[in-house]
């Protein structure tokens, strides 16, 4: 299906009849200032540098670039006002780079003047276990990442030298002529063949990137845990994402996951921590028992449980120790609470000394 629009739109495109005058969004009485400030604006808007992606942006810069070609040019104004399109096409009008075109008419290239892009932000998950939440943690990492390669300077050169395109003229992009029947033709943008896209052409390649400009290799960050950070905090190393001389270093995310192992017992939901403790039936009905259980603290690193003599303790009864739970972040000297939740063992028989 979508090769047939694909395709529909090519079609449509070759053979439908082009108004120059709607394409610059002008009246046919328009004067040489109103079209120059047509093409000035919407040549602007349409820019491929501005609208990286877009095929539909890059196909109407090119028809833009025609209409001022035509339009912007008094004697094949007035053939195409006398004859339509077909006053070109019958003298082989041949129409210019709109990329040059934009470059003569701005006294310069999209290009030159415009700032680097972003990069896309790197996700990474890094593993903790709820002592670590619970206490805080320092962690240096490895991590392959893209970088300029430093024996070229990110140039791909190996003498450091690079030249431009003679095909494309450092636009790293061409607008290629599809001729059809009956005279017609199609224009379309595709990338440099010679120069792939970059724009520029490199006659000795850098031997470590290979011509590439940039090479992967290993980063060693540190990262700190604050006690009391939340389950799945991202934590965000501006300008160490992935390296290009295309654009500017994007962001490296640093998201902190809870290991599923490791966690003495106990489970955290928000602030709050949460353990089940078993006892044994004689222990729920008599009480008069006390004992010490490990706990993530690593200074106050046990917590005592008792019932008195005669206190009883129901199977699913949860008992509440407040500011036992986790850390707040931030608020180091507050915590959540810590609800412990017994489970009765019952024996296979009933004995008297029960």
Not at 85 to 112: I, K, N, T, V, Y
Not at 186 to 215: A, D, M, W, Y
Not at 313 to 331: A, E, N
């Amino acid at each position: 299906m979508k090769i047939w629009l694909v395709l529909l739109l090519v079609f449509a495109t070759v053979f439908a009849e082009t108004d120059y005058y709607k394409v610059l969004g002008v009246a046919k009485n328009a004067d040489e200032k109103d079209i120059k400030k047509a093409y000035r604006s919407l040549s602007k808007k349409f820019h491929p540098d501005k609208n990286p992606g877009d095929d539909e942006a890059a196909q109407k810069f090119i028809q833009v670039g025609e209409a001022y070609d035509v339009l912007g040019d008094p004697e094949k104004r007035q053939r195409y006002d006398r004859f339509g399109a077909e006053g070109l096409d019958s003298r082989q009008e041949q129409f210019h780079d709109p990329f040059d075109m934009f470059q003569q008419f701005f006294g310069g290239g999209g290009q030159q003047h415009r700032g680097k892009p972003k990069g896309k932000s790197s996700l990474l998950h890094l593993e903790f276990s709820l002592q670590d939440f619970y206490n805080g943690a320092s962690n240096d990492f490895r991590i392959e990442m893209q970088n300029i390669c430093e024996t070229c300077s990110g140039s791909g050169s190996q003498d450091g030298k690079v030249h431009q395109c003679d095909t494309c003229k450092g636009h790293g992009r061409v607008v290629q002529t599809r001729q059809f029947g009956g005279g017609m033709q199609q224009r379309f943008e595709t990338i440099c063949p010679k120069c792939s896209g970059t724009g520029n052409l490199i006659t000795h390649k850098c031997k470590k990137c290979q011509g590439n400009r940039v090479v992967r290799g290993p980063r060693i960050h540190n990262v700190h845990l604050g006690a009391g950070t939340s389950r799945n905090h991202v934590e965000i190393l501006e300008g160490q994402g992935d390296q290009s001389p295309d654009w500017i270093a994007g962001d490296l995310q640093i998201m902190f996951k809870e290991k599923a192992e490791g966690n003495m017992g106990y489970r955290r939901i928000g602030n709050n921590l949460y353990r089940d403790e078993a006892l044994t039936l004689k222990e729920a009905l008599h009480g008069g028992w006390e004992r010490q259980i490990a706990f993530l603290d690593k200074i106050e690193n046990t917590i005592t449980l008792s019932k008195k003599k005669g206190e009883v303790v129901v199977d699913g009864q949860v008992d509440t120790i407040k500011g036992r739970g986790m850390p707040l972040h931030d608020h180091y000297d507050e915590h959540g609470d810590l609800f412990i939740k017994y489970h009765i063992i019952y024996p296979q028989q009933i004995r008297d000394e029960l």
